[in-house]
C-alpha cells in the first residue's frame, strides 16, 4: 500500500453538494441558481411546450381541417370475424362482452358492426351500432340484431 492506493472509507465522503448553506460552503447567496431570472426564483415551474418566449412549434405549425369534438368513435368489427368466433366457439350470441374475452375488442369502447365477409351462423348480435349491409347479412342468415 503506497499513497496512490488511499481511498476514504465507503459512506465517509458526500457526493451531494449541499447548496444555500452560507458564504463559507462557497455555494450560499445565490445558492447556484445564478442571478435574477424566473430560474432563480423559488416556485418556478416551466410550462410544457415552453421555448423561452419564442413562438411555440404547436403554434407556429398551421393547423388544417376540423376536429369534430361530438365524435363518437367505435371499434369496428367485421361480419367475417364474428364467423370465425361463431365456428370456433360454437356460439348462438354476441354481445361485446364476449368480444372483449375473446380479444376482439378493447374494453370501454363502443362496438360498430361492420358487413365485410360473410356469416353464415345463425347468431344473436349485440352492439352499440351496426352498418346496413351489416344488418341486413346477420338477419337474412336468421339471426337477430340488438343495438345498446
Known amino acids: 500500500m503506497d499513497l496512490s492506493n488511499l481511498k476514504p472509507a465507503k459512506g465517509s465522503v458526500r457526493t ?3 447548496i444555500g448553506r452560507g458564504e463559507g460552503s462557497g455555494s450560499g447567496d445565490t445558492a447556484t441558481r445564478g442571478h435574477k431570472g424566473a430560474k432563480s426564483r ?10 423561452g418566449g419564442q413562438m411555440p412549434l404547436a403554434r407556429r405549425v398551421p393547423k388544417y381541417g376540423f376536429k369534430n369534438r361530438n365524435r363518437v368513435a367505435y371499434q369496428a368489427i367485421n361480419l367475417d370475424a364474428l364467423q370465425k368466433l361463431a365456428d370456433e366457439k360454437g356460439l348462438l ?3 361485446p362482452d364476449i368480444l372483449i ?9 363502443l362496438v360498430k358492426v361492420l358487413g365485410r365477409g360473410k356469416l353464415t351462423a345463425k347468431v344473436d ?3 352499440h351500432a351496426f ?3 351489416a344488418a341486413k347479412a ?7 340484431v340488438n343495438r345498446l
Request: glycine letters at 14%; charged letters at 30%.
Open 131 to 133: 352498418s346496413d349491409t
Open 101 to 109: 374475452r375473446n380479444g376482439l375488442v378493447s374494453k370501454n369502447e
Open 138 to 144: 346477420i338477419e337474412a342468415a336468421g339471426g337477430s
Open 42 to 51: 423559488a416556485g418556478h415551474s416551466k410550462k410544457p411546450g415552453f421555448e
Open 16 to 18: 451531494r453538494k449541499r
Open 93 to 95: 350470441t354476441i354481445d
Open 125 to 127: 348480435v349485440t352492439a
